[in-house]
C-alpha cells in the first residue's frame, strides 16, 4: 500500500523555467513532510522539509507549498537550473515524539532534467 | 561532516547464495535504515534498528534480516539470494528524536548495486 502518491514520474524543464512535484498522503496523522534530492551515484540528501502548521516553506529557489485539508503538498523550483537535474523524492512521517523513530514513507520519485 | 559509508558500491552474487551488505555511520546516530530503490517504486523501508540489539520490520522485511551489535554498524542479510532482491540498497542514519523536527533528518550512504544471477 503506496501511502505517498508522487507525480509526475518525469518532468522536462528548460532552464529558468518552474519545476512543480506533486505529492498526495492519505495517513492523516503525519506530521513531517521533507524532501529529498538524489544525484547519480550519491544517496538521498535532504533538501526542504516543512511541518503541519504552515503552508508554505521557502529556501532560496526552492519552496513547498502544502495543503492540509487536501493531504498534499509540492514542491516548486523556481529558476530552474541544469544542476538541479536529479531524482525527488518527497516523503512523510508522523508521530513526533513517539514510537516511529522518524521513519520515513517516501513516494515514488520524480527524474528532474533541466535543460541548458 | 556527516558520513555513512557502505561496504560495496557494485556486487553480483548467485541465486541462493548469503549476502551480507555493511553500513557504517560516524554521527554516534541512535537510528539507522535499510531501503531497496527500484525505479518507479520510490525506497522502501527493509527494516531499522533504533539502538543496538534492537530492530523492528519495515514494509518488506521478506527475504531479509539484519544484525546490529554496535552502534555504528548495521548490516543487511539476505539469507538466500534471489533475482528479485536484484536492486539498490541505501543504508540510512538519524539521531532520536529529540524534540525538534530537525531530529527527523536521515543522512545517507551512496548506496549499494546489488545484482543476483
Known amino acids: 500500500q503506496q501511502q505517498v502518491k508522487q507525480s509526475p514520474q518525469s518532468l522536462i524543464v528548460q532552464k529558468g523555467g518552474i519545476s512543480i512535484i506533486n505529492c498526495a498522503y492519505e495517513?492523516?496523522?503525519?506530521?513531517?513532510f521533507p524532501w529529498y534530492q538524489q544525484f547519480p551515484g550519491k544517496g538521498p540528501a535532504l533538501l526542504i522539509a516543512i511541518r503541519p502548521d504552515v503552508s508554505e516553506k521557502k529556501e532560496g529557489r526552492f519552496t513547498i507549498s502544502f495543503n492540509k485539508s487536501a493531504k498534499q503538498f509540492s514542491l516548486h523550483i523556481m529558476d530552474s537550473q541544469p544542476g538541479d537535474s536529479a531524482t525527488y523524492f518527497c516523503a512523510a512521517s508522523r508521530d513526533a515524539g513517539g514510537t516511529s523513530y522518524g521513519k520515513l514513507t517516501f513516494g515514488q520519485g520524480t527524474i528532474l532534467t533541466v535543460h541548458p | 561532516d556527516v558520513k555513512v559509508t557502505q561496504s560495496s558500491r557494485y556486487l553480483v552474487k548467485r541465486t541462493g547464495e548469503k549476502v551480507f551488505l555493511e553500513c557504517v555511520q560516524d554521527m554516534d546516530h541512535e537510528n539507522m535504515f535499510w531501503y531497496r530503490q527500484d525505479p518507479g517504486l520510490g525506497l522502501r523501508l527493509i527494516y531499522f534498528s533504533y539502538d543496538v540489539k534492537m530492530k523492528e520490520k519495515g514494509d518488506i522485511p521478506e527475504g531479509y534480516s539484519v544484525s546490529r551489535e554496535k552502534k555504528e554498524r548495521f548490516s543487511l542479510i539476505l539469507e538466500s539470494a534471489s533475482t528479485n532482491q536484484t536492486s539498490m540498497y541505501l543504508c540510512a542514519s538519524s539521531y532520536s528524536l529529540r524534540g525538534t523536527y530537525s531530529s527527523y533528518e536521515q543522512y545517507f550512504g551512496p548506496g549499494t548495486r546489488l545484482t543476483v544471477t
Open positions: 495517513n492523516t496523522a503525519f506530521d513531517y
